[in-house]
């Protein structure tokens, strides 16, 4: 669905019709507002996990981004924005997944102990080299995973990767936001980078 506020909206309003006798509620950020407040009427600890820095510090990060590449829109629905700081200042307690989304939180006047430092994990049984693999005569090739946007940084990465001059090729798998494509072009002849899509 298009529209992430309708899409959340909707999600959080299914979620909040199964909302029984519940103890402990875990919600995503900007997903549960109803449902939290359900949650937190009937007495249930209450987590909203975060995957990026406070809301406030990724609006201004994004906002002066967009400034220094000339885009003139901000990708926030006012809506929606207010919705993920209700949303994390209702919780009793915000899952982090690194010091740095944990340090935009204390910035924004959050205690320690409101706080869960969880990073990402990783299934090492199943993500690990088989012991027999041969990287000789293998080209090197580093992956770009996720939407390619100015909010995901890549317009760093792509200077350095050619300054690095490694022999190699620099791969981006993910749609390329509107926000992103003069970047983008800026790259499209260069033999070592490529746009998957």
Known sequence: ???????????????????????????????????????????????????????????????????????????????????????????????????????????????DSDLRLIPFGVDTETFTPPSDLSREDQKFIAIFAGQVSLRKGFQYLLPAWERADIDGTLAFAGEVTDDAKHVVEEYRDSESIEFLG
């Open 1 to 111: 669905f298009p529209n992430y506020y309708l899409k959340d909206t909707l999600f959080d309003w299914l979620c909040d019709r199964h909302m029984d006798d519940t103890n402990l509620f875990h919600g995503w950020n900007n997903m549960c507002l109803r449902s939290l407040r359900t949650a937190n009427e009937s007495g249930a600890v209450t987590v909203v996990e975060r995957a990026s820095t406070h809301p406030v510090v990724q609006r201004d990060l994004v906002e002066t981004e967009f400034e220094q590449y000339g885009v003139d829109r901000s990708i926030y629905n006012d809506r929606q924005f207010r919705r993920g700081v209700t949303e994390l200042a209702e919780s009793d307690i915000v899952f982090v997944p690194s010091e740095f989304v944990y340090q935009s939180f204390l910035e924004q006047g959050f205690h």
